[in-house]
């Protein structure tokens, strides 16, 4: 009888290690944080951009974006289209800054961009990303500072100016 009872009670052990494992898993794992969600936004961005993905790029975007220059998200995904058909480009983001204040976050970029076919020719971008939290998603409502230059085999840079 004694073995039957220790059968039982081993069960019981192991369903309720099970049970506070999944109840672990469920109801104590960390979010990921503010930056960690808004830096992982942007690395699948950048993926989508260089799969030429204008959908995958705008999934960032606020449907309530507007800049400095009076673009709007229709407006950007315009300029994505145009910039990303017919070309297979190679992104490099480089995260200069990340604030985060209660909703609302500040990212400052700088992203290079050449044509995966002629390396020759890079073309480097700087500017500032605000982001604000849109129910559980970091989303894009404004951008800034848009400065662009490319540089050139030989290591010059040429300013394009700013956007």
Same mark, same amino acid.
């Given at each position: 009888?004694?073995?039957?009872i =220790?059968k039982i009670?081993?069960?019981?052990v192991l369903?309720a290690?099970?049970?506070?494992?999944?109840?672990?898993?469920?109801?104590f794992?960390s979010?990921?944080?503010?930056q960690?969600?808004i830096?992982?936004?942007?690395?699948?961005a950048?993926?989508?951009?260089? =799969?030429?993905s204008?959908?995958?790029?705008?999934?960032?975007?606020?449907?309530?974006?507007a800049?400095t220059?009076?673009?709007?998200?229709?407006d950007?995904s315009?300029?994505a289209v145009q910039?990303?058909?017919?070309?297979?480009?190679?992104f490099?983001?480089e995260l200069k800054?990340?604030s985060?204040?209660?909703?609302?976050a500040?990212?400052?970029l700088k992203?290079a961009?050449?044509?995966?076919?002629?390396?020759r020719?890079?073309?480097?971008?700087?500017?500032? =990303?605000?982001w604000?939290?849109e129910?559980?998603?970091?989303?894009?409502?404004s951008?800034s500072?848009?400065h662009?230059?490319?540089?050139?085999?030989?290591?010059s840079?040429t300013? =394009?100016g700013p956007?």
């Amino acid at each position: 009888m004694a073995p039957k009872i =220790l059968k039982i009670f081993a069960l019981l052990v192991l369903l309720a290690a099970v049970a506070i494992a999944v109840a672990k898993f469920y109801f104590f794992r960390s979010s990921p944080s503010p930056q960690q969600q808004i830096m992982l936004s942007i690395a699948r961005a950048e993926e989508s951009a260089e =799969l030429g993905s204008v959908a995958g790029v705008m999934k960032i975007i606020s449907n309530n974006y507007a800049d400095t220059a009076g673009y709007d998200k229709r407006d950007l995904s315009r300029l994505a289209v145009q910039a990303l058909r017919g070309q297979r480009w190679q992104f490099s983001t480089e995260l200069k800054s990340l604030s985060v204040d209660g909703d609302t976050a500040e990212v400052d970029l700088k992203v290079a961009m050449w044509d995966e076919d002629i390396a020759r020719y890079q073309l480097d971008y700087d500017f500032t =990303l605000i982001w604000r939290r849109e129910g559980r998603t970091w989303r894009v409502v404004s951008s800034s500072g848009w400065h662009g230059y490319t540089d050139d085999e030989a290591g010059s840079a040429t300013p =394009l100016g700013p956007y």
